[in-house]
């Protein structure tokens, strides 16, 4: 299994591990999602890119996505920062209640936003999912080299056949923890470097899409 970033300077590690099949047939399609809408709960929504107050959680019509909208994540260094400024971090603790028997798993997450990096310095989108309960944990990265000023935009995406679903007649809290870091790096110290998610209206949205699974 292979993870595709959709951006030129994006270095990322795989989602979900990874399978082998030699030989065997492809999985058959997803089913449609379930006729009823999945209720998702923020147990806790915290760090210092979504003080209290500056994020929030929404479900798609049709239930094959969330979105995370934040309006205060920025990843600085320069004049005018303070030296915590450099790193900021989200951590978005969710429970997922979804319709009797169906479960899921994230199949994507888009992350975009703005940048503004000096020659020299560069910036990094980090992200990791993982359901409680379970070993194992999937990280992504994306780095960005200097000497670039416009939006950004990244995808992460897992084939069908590696995806990690929820456990079936189980409420798992899920854990997406989110990071942008700025660094200095040869940059002159008068320069000004950030990063930040975001989005025309002046928010970050953040679609994570999902795959569904009827419970045996």
Not at 6 to 17: C, D, E, N, P, Q
Not at 60 to 70: C, E, K, M, W
Not at 96 to 104: D, I, K
Not at 161 to 186: K, S, Y
Request: charged share 10%; aromatic share 8%.
């Amino acid at each position: 299994m292979v993870l595709r970033a959709l951006a030129a300077t994006g270095v990322a590690t795989s989602l979900f591990g990874s399978s082998v099949f030699g030989g065997s047939p492809p999985p058959p399609p997803p089913p449609p999602p379930p006729p009823d809408r999945i209720v998702i709960d923020s147990v806790a929504l915290n760090g210092s890119g979504c003080p209290a107050g500056t994020a929030s959680v929404a479900v798609s019509p049709d239930n094959t996505a969330f979105t995370v909208a934040y309006s205060n994540y920025l990843a600085q260094v320069g004049p005018g920062s303070v030296p915590a400024d450099f790193q900021k971090n989200c951590q978005l603790n969710l429970l997922v209640h979804v319709p009797g028997g169906y479960t899921y798993a994230i199949v994507s997450a888009g992350y975009s936003g703005f940048a503004s990096l000096a020659p020299g310095a560069s910036g990094t989108q980090r992200a990791s999912y993982h359901f409680q309960g379970n070993a194992h944990t999937t990280n992504s990265t994306h780095h960005f080299k200097g000497g670039f000023t416009g939006n950004w935009q990244v995808t992460d995406t897992v084939d069908v056949a590696a995806l990690v679903f929820a456990p079936c007649g189980e409420e798992r809290n899920l854990d997406i923890n989110t990071e942008l870091q700025v660094e200095r790096g040869t940059s002159s110290p008068s320069a000004t470097s950030f990063m930040e998610m975001d989005s025309t209206d002046g928010r970050i949205k953040t679609v994570y899409h999902l795959a569904w699974k009827r419970c045996q």
